[in-house]
Structures are given as C-alpha cells and as structure tokens.
C-alpha cells in the first residue's frame, strides 16, 4: 500500500515563500506522474503543477512563472517550491501519484496567505 505524507505548509505573508513536500513510501519511479492539487473552502479541487515522471512539468496559469515541481528519487519525495505568494493560494494542497491501475492521495497540508 503506498503511501503520500505531505509537508511544509503554513501561514506566510504575501510575497513570501513555501516549499511542499510530498514523502512517498516507495519509489517514485513506480509512477506515471505525480501531480499537485489545491482546494480553497468553498470551491472545487484545481490542478496546481505536474511532473511526469522522468519528464516534462505542467502548471496552471495561475501560478506559472511563481510555482516549481521538482522530484527527488533518491529521497522519494515530490516538492513544489512556491514563490511570490498571494493570498489567493491560501488552501489546502494534496499530493497525488498515478500508479498503473490506480492513483493515490495524501492528506493534505494548508498553505494560508496573509499578512
């Protein structure tokens, strides 16, 4: 059974940074891709950033050029590095992985953004 343990969430002031991080509990070359996902209260899960595994990244416009996925496989962990935040990323950030057959979610750490 895999598991996603995600870290590194907090209060931070507007402008400021974060790094998440996102342990696995096997290699993350057993995945396809990996993939970050936000929910603010009050609204519908969003596609944040995605690495495919060995491959290209992809980020929603809303934080391109601000947010940056990274992989470690030697320490089976996912990150993203935000920068430049503003209070409209205040949410809850979920890690997920695609297996072959079936995709896996961690709990979730909040991000909150304001001064």
């Known amino acids: 059974q895999v598991q996603l343990v995600e870290s590194g969430g907090g209060l931070v002031q507007p402008g400021g940074s974060l790094r998440l991080s996102c342990a696995a509990s096997?290699?993350?070359?057993?995945?396809?891709?990996m993939r970050w996902y936000r929910q603010a209260p009050g609204k519908e899960r969003e596609l944040v950033a995605g690495?495919?595994?060995?491959?290209?990244?992809n980020y929603a416009d809303s934080v391109k050029g601000r947010f940056t996925i990274s992989g470690d496989n030697a320490k089976n962990t996912l990150y993203l590095d935000m920068n430049n935040l503003k209070p409209e990323d205040t949410a809850v950030y979920y890690c997920?992985?695609?297996?072959?057959?079936?995709?896996?979610w961690g709990q979730g750490t909040q991000v909150t953004v304001s001064s």
């Open positions: 096997g290699s993350i070359f057993s995945f396809s891709y």
């Open positions: 690495l495919i595994i060995g491959g290209n990244t």
């Open positions: 997920q992985a695609q297996a072959p057959f079936r995709s896996y």
